[in-house]
């Protein structure tokens, strides 16, 4: 079978590598909240495929997590999310729950790792136990995903990021521990099969060899091909038969929505008018059908007032924004 370009750019490159040091045990044990081995700079994470990565991959981002490893985005910043900083005062109390009810000694693991064959693939991590066979990975999620859990099914990026931890540190058993809500801390104890682990690591290899190729993913959303092409250079190309195919398809199948949606409004206008002023629709045995309540009052910018009155100041801030590149068929 043909080896596609970007997989042997790829194996060059693999063949220069330098072999960052790998903590040993000893070292590992060593560590405490006093001495953390960890660098959030965007150069180090830049660096390697992490497993909040693993989490947008199996999300269907590759093409974020391209796009921030080659430097053309930014990583965002949700250090301000109110429930993100709850989240980390949070992580001690539950760690040390985990361990009462399932009666583990475990530590903070607060460092940073590197798989022992792969040096593109890092990991921060949550708790270890004492034995350095099982880690601890902390979440704290909104009630609202609770029925995406269950004893044997869970979000796919929750499992990637679980199994890429599992592989960087060189154990096959990591406890998921979610509190839903503040208020039910479930436990989710997974052994990850060693074929699994391959699979992840060779999805993230690929990823990482167009990374160091500068070769796009292939995007799966509109979004994703606007971010990895976000202007245009003017110029025509010659479509092929499937690219013509692929027009006309989307061409009927734009033309089905739209009647759809047409379809939508005059229901959703027909609903509302019986309505009125009612902000609950209910059938005769009190189940609710739908709703149509006012949102809260919000304090917005009102950038004409401020045109209106303060001219200059208004001016003077004034920044040009490029255009969007916007797709349409013909």
């Known amino acids: 079978m043909h080896k596609p370009k970007f997989l042997d750019a790829f194996e060059k490159f693999m063949e220069k590598k330098v072999n960052l040091p790998v903590l040993t045990q000893a070292e590992l044990t060593k560590l405490t909240l006093n001495q953390p081995l960890q660098d959030f700079s ?30 053309q985005t930014e990583r965002e910043d949700i250090s301000h999310i109110e429930a993100v900083q709850w989240g980390l ?60 859990f269950d004893d044997t ?27 839903f809500g503040g208020q039910e801390l479930v436990t989710f104890d997974q052994l990850i099969p060693e074929q699994e682990m391959e ?16 070769t796009p993913p292939t995007p799966d959303t509109p979004e994703s091909a606007r971010k990895l092409w976000p202007t245009s250079n003017g110029q025509a190309i010659m479509a092929n038969q499937s690219l013509e195919d692929a027009c006309t398809r989307l061409k009927a199948l734009k033309a ?60 003077r801030f004034q920044r040009e924004q490029p255009g969007s590149r916007r797709f349409l068929l013909k």
């Open 42 to 71: 965007p150069t180090n994470r830049r660096s390697a495929i992490w497993a909040t990565d693993a989490r947008k991959i199996a999300d269907g981002k590759s093409c974020e997590v391209y796009l921030e490893k080659i430097g």
């Open 256 to 315: 089905h929505l739209k009647r759809y949606e047409e379809e939508e409004s005059k229901l959703q206008a027909e609903i509302q008018a019986t309505m009125r002023e009612a902000g609950t629709l209910l059938t005769f045995d009190g189940r609710v059908l739908a709703t149509w309540n006012q949102a809260k009052a919000s304090v917005r910018f009102d950038p004409a007032a401020l045109q209106r009155e303060m001219p200059e100041v208004y001016h």
């Open 89 to 148: 005062k949070l992580q001690d109390v539950i760690g040390r729950e985990v361990s009462h009810r399932l009666k583990l000694e475990i530590k903070e693991a607060d460092y940073e790792l590197q798989h022992k064959k792969h040096s593109w693939m890092k990991s921060h991590f949550d708790f270890i136990t004492e034995d350095g066979k099982t880690l601890i990975e902390v979440k704290n999620y909104n009630q609202s995903k609770r029925n995406q």
């Open 199 to 214: 699979e992840l690591i060779k999805t993230e290899a690929e990823l990482w060899g167009l990374i160091q190729t500068r």
């Open 153 to 179: 099914l869970m979000p796919l990026a929750d499992r990637a990021q679980c199994i890429h931890e599992a592989a960087v540190h060189g154990v096959n058993r990591i406890i998921l521990a979610v509190l």
